[in-house]
């Protein structure tokens, strides 16, 4: 090759490296140098990390903040799959950090944080603090700004410790110069592995009156804290308003509480709540300290719920599946109930009130048995009892007391449940296994006036059945296995003024007249339940959910074969497969005994 083609293929040579360097898409790769945020990103190289201004830099923690700090107002940054390590973290101002979903992961060392403020967010990445992690993680705080609110995003995150130490997620008003509110914010998809706190929300007075108010949090997992979801405010600071909904609670054996809330917090509500596993826990699915908290919350809480404070707390939700009660989740938010005693911790001396008033009950002597649903209490007629302090003073008002009692025992008057102080003259309510075996219900009003109605039939044969006392300001009526004994005028009783304790399975704490056998239920209702409310209760506890009421239906087998129809033509008739089961012209009975139909004539 002579040397006029060797210069022609060296200039061509230069030529090509000169478009290869300052024409990116040249070949369909982009060649940059630096990455220093000083270049534009167009297309190509994914390891790098980019804002919503176009511009670029290497994949490198440092360049997190660099990247955040080049958006002036507002913005998002993007992070490439990998690992950052970082011991300083960074903070998002007013910019949200994208990642590519769990392939990024942040890595903070010694005490770094991620802080969220100013509008700023996280989304779609993981982040994991060491070992030696001892601060918090993740931290959304309002920076002294008043009133944030439809700002901060957190979404679709990991952040995960393999150590018993710090915080994992924590929204703050708490600054000393100015008055802060994080409100009005959604959070979702969020999974808290390790940590001592999991997710805290906390408002201090020295914020000048800190609010972390109206925000949602949605799809949260709680995993292996001590304390999983903890509410703190002090002073006239607030933690309200706000929703948690579908939040899954999976504790350790160092796990103090599932949620908590600690001083006034206002009003919250946990919805759709799974507190699993809670037996390995050593503290409550839920327990508030302090007062003046409005709490409503629903869900499986393996019924380890505490109130330490003076609280108003609206409880819907199953507890352990084996000691379900088939009412909680119609009446167990009615204000009109009372007392509900369902007797369902099988373990432990207290009898917690599940109403809405916990009027929790000491148990003296009696055991845990098999209930009507689930465990009830056993009671040995010597001194056995349950003494709810306090509870519901009927006085004047119309009331219904209801439960379930087994009696093994007729020797002697028997106390289901009283409030009566023991005095001969003293105002009383009771209902009693009377020493006949049938059941009693009666009232003394404070004149010494006496009102007692009983049943007919006699019930000491060891089975469940439910009873229903019912006052008003005319009748006492006493109903077993919804059927009613008696109905009696009291019009002309006085005022029935009981301030005593409510006590079940005996008449007072000295253990009068002490019920033999199981109880199981109990409820005081502070009105008068018509028929149909106590149909439905006693339906339930037959494991019926409903009944049919019409003049005229028919019933088939699998087959499509006519097996039920009533009325026939003469409309007094009812059919069953072909035989007249009930003919109301004739009342003629007839029951099938396994072979042949055996008619009795009713009178």
């Known amino acids: 090759m002579n040397k006029k083609y060797k210069k022609i293929f060296f200039y061509a040579g230069v ?3 000169v478009f290869a360097l300052f024409s990116p898409s040249l070949f369909g790769t982009t060649i940059n140098i630096g990455y220093d945020g000083s270049d534009t990103w167009s297309g190509g190289d994914e390891e790098l990390i980019r804002n919503s201004a176009g511009k670029v830099w290497s994949a490198t923690s ?79 705080d309002s920076d002294g700004i008043d009133f944030q609110f439809y700002t901060q995003v957190l979404d679709d995150l990991i952040i995960k410790s393999d150590a018993l130490a710090g915080k994992g997620l924590v929204i703050r008003a708490d600054s000393t110069d100015a008055s802060e509110c994080v409100a009005l914010n959604s959070f979702g998809s969020i999974i808290i592995d390790g940590f001592q706190y999991g997710l805290q929300c906390y408002a201090s007075e020295s914020a000048q009156n800190g609010y972390v108010n109206g925000n949602i949090f949605e799809s949260l997992v709680l995993r292996n804290q001590e304390y999983m979801l903890y509410l703190n405010s002090s002073g ?18 160092s796990t103090v509480n599932g949620i908590s809330l600690v001083g006034s917090c206002g009003m919250n509500s946990f919805l759709s709540v799974i507190a699993n596993d809670w037996a390995d826990a050593s503290g409550n699915a839920l327990q508030i300290n302090g007062g003046n908290n409005n709490v409503y919350a629903n869900g499986y809480f393996r019924d380890s719920i505490v109130d330490n404070g003076d609280n108003n707390i609206i409880i819907d939700t199953y507890t352990d599946s084996s000691t379900v009660s088939p009412y909680k989740e119609i009446y167990f938010t009615d204000e009109d109930l009372r007392l509900y005693l369902p007797f369902s911790m099988n373990t432990g001396s207290v009898a917690y009130d599940r109403s809405i008033y916990s009027y929790d009950g000491s148990i003296t002597g009696a055991t845990w048995c098999d209930g009507k649903f689930g465990t009830g209490l056993s009671f040995d007629g010597s001194g056995d009892y349950v003494n709810c302090t306090n509870g519901y003073d009927p006085t004047d008002n119309d009331f219904t007391i209801m439960g379930w009692f087994k009696s093994n025992d007729t020797a002697s008057d028997k106390y289901i449940i009283s409030k009566w102080s ?104 502070d009105y008068n339940l018509s028929f149909d409310e106590l149909h439905s209760h006693y339906l339930f506890g037959l494991q019926s959910h409903g009944y049919l009421q019409s003049d005229n ?32 012209a004739s009342n003629v009975l007839s029951v099938y005994n396994g072979t042949a139909w055996v008619t009795t004539t009713l009178t």
């Open 15 to 17: 030529l090509v490296l």
């Open 422 to 525: 023991g005095s001969g003259t003293e105002p009383m309510v009771v209902v009693y296994v009377h020493a006949d075996g049938k059941v009693y219900f009666s009232v003394r009003d404070d004149d010494n006036d006496v009102g007692s109605a009983a049943t007919s039939l006699t019930y000491e044969d060891e089975v469940w059945h439910f009873f229903v006392a019912k006052k008003n300001s005319t009748y006492i009526s006493i109903y077993v296995d919804n059927v009613l004994g008696q109905c009696v005028n009291v019009a002309s009783l006085d005022s029935v003024t009981c301030s005593e304790a409510w006590f079940v399975g005996a008449g007072t704490t000295g253990g009068y007249a002490p019920f033999s056998g199981d109880l199981d239920e109990i409820k005081v209702f």
């Open 62 to 140: 440092a360049n997190i903040q660099n990247a955040i700090d080049d958006l002036s107002s507002g913005g998002t940054v993007f992070l490439p799959p990998g690992f950052f390590e970082t011991a300083s973290g960074f903070e998002t101002n007013d910019v949200v950090v994208v990642g590519s979903g769990f392939d990024t992961q942040i890595n903070l060392s010694g005490t770094a944080t991620i802080t969220v403020e100013c509008g700023g967010g996280l989304r779609s990445l993981k982040v994991k603090a060491d070992s030696g992690y001892s601060d918090t993680a993740v931290l959304v």
């Open 236 to 253: 006239d600071a607030n933690v309200g308003g706000n929703i948690f909904h579908s939040v899954m609670l999976q504790p350790n054996s």
């Open 553 to 584: 239906f028919t019933v088939f087998d699998s087959n499509w074969a006519e097996y039920m129809r009533f009325p026939t033509t003469n409309s007094s008739t009812l059919l069953v497969d072909g035989q007249s089961w009930f003919n109301s």
